[in-house]
C-alpha cells in the first residue's frame, strides 16, 4: 500500500501571511493531485502535476512535484480568509490502470484568520 | 448538469439496519468511486468501478457492498451497519484515463 504523509495536519496563520503544506512518500507516483474541500461539500481539484520537478500556479497557489514525484509542496502567498479549508494531496499510484485509483494524504486543515 | 450527486445527504442507523446510498453522475464518466472520510485520516477508498460491469474492492471494503447499475449510478450498501461506520461518505467519478475526480457533496452516516 503507498502511503502519503502530509504535513502539518493543523495550520493556523493570519491574513496576509505565507505558508507551505508538504506531501511526502516513500513511493513513485505518476501524478500527484491537490484538492481543497470546504465544510459539508466534496473535494475540489486545485491541480494535477505529473513531470518530476514540475512546478504550476494558480494565482497565489503554487504547488510543486518533486524530482523523484515522491512528494510535493502546495505554498500559499499572503493568504486571505477564503482560502480556509481542508488540503488533501492524493497521489496516482505508479503503474496503475487508467481508472486513476488514487492514494490520499490525511489533510492539512488550514484556518486564515482576519 | 448536476456533476455528482448523492442521497440522502444525512442518515441515522442504529446498529444492525442496513441502507444504500446513491449517487449518479450526469457527466458520461466511466470510473467511479466510493470514499469514506474521518477525521485525520484523509480519503479512504471503499470500492471502485472501473466501468460499467465491474467493481473492485478498495482499502476498506469490510462491511460494504457495491452494485453498478449502469454506467450513471453506483450504489454503496450496508447490510448491518456498525458504529464503527460513522463517517462521512463520498461518491466520485472520473473520465477514463483522466487523473482527476469529481466528488459528491457527501452523505453523513451516523450509527448509534
Known amino acids: 500500500t503507498q502511503l502519503l504523509e502530509q504535513s502539518p495536519q493543523f495550520l493556523s496563520i493570519q491574513e496576509g501571511e505565507n505558508l507551505t503544506v508538504y506531501c511526502n512518500s516513500s513511493s513513485v507516483f505518476s501524478s500527484l493531485q491537490w484538492y481543497r474541500q470546504e465544510p459539508g461539500e466534496g473535494p475540489v481539484l486545485l491541480v494535477t502535476v505529473v513531470t518530476g520537478g514540475e512546478v504550476k500556479k494558480l494565482k497565489r497557489l503554487t504547488f510543486q512535484f518533486g524530482d523523484a514525484r515522491k512528494d510535493s509542496s502546495l505554498h500559499i502567498t499572503a493568504a486571505q480568509t477564503g482560502d480556509t479549508g481542508l488540503y488533501l494531496c492524493a497521489g496516482r499510484n505508479a503503474g496503475g490502470t487508467s481508472y486513476g485509483k488514487l492514494t490520499f494524504g490525511q489533510g492539512t486543515i488550514l484556518t486564515v484568520h482576519p | 448538469n448536476a456533476g455528482v450527486t448523492q442521497t440522502p445527504k444525512f442518515q441515522v442507523l442504529k446498529t444492525g439496519q442496513s441502507m444504500t446510498l446513491q449517487c449518479a453522475q450526469d457527466?458520461?464518466?466511466?470510473?467511479m468511486y466510493w470514499y469514506r472520510q474521518d477525521p485525520g485520516m484523509g480519503l479512504r477508498l471503499i470500492y471502485y468501478s472501473a466501468s460499467e460491469g465491474t467493481t473492485d474492492k478498495g482499502e476498506v471494503p469490510n462491511g460494504y457492498n457495491v452494485s453498478r447499475l449502469n454506467k450513471r449510478e453506483f450504489s454503496l450498501r450496508l447490510e448491518s451497519a456498525a458504529p464503527s461506520q460513522t463517517s462521512v461518505y463520498f461518491c466520485?467519478?472520473?473520465?477514463?484515463?483522466?487523473?482527476?475526480?469529481?466528488f459528491g457533496p457527501g452523505t453523513r452516516l451516523t450509527v448509534t
Open positions: 457527466m458520461n464518466h466511466n470510473s
Open positions: 466520485a467519478s472520473s473520465p477514463l484515463g483522466h487523473y482527476e475526480q469529481y
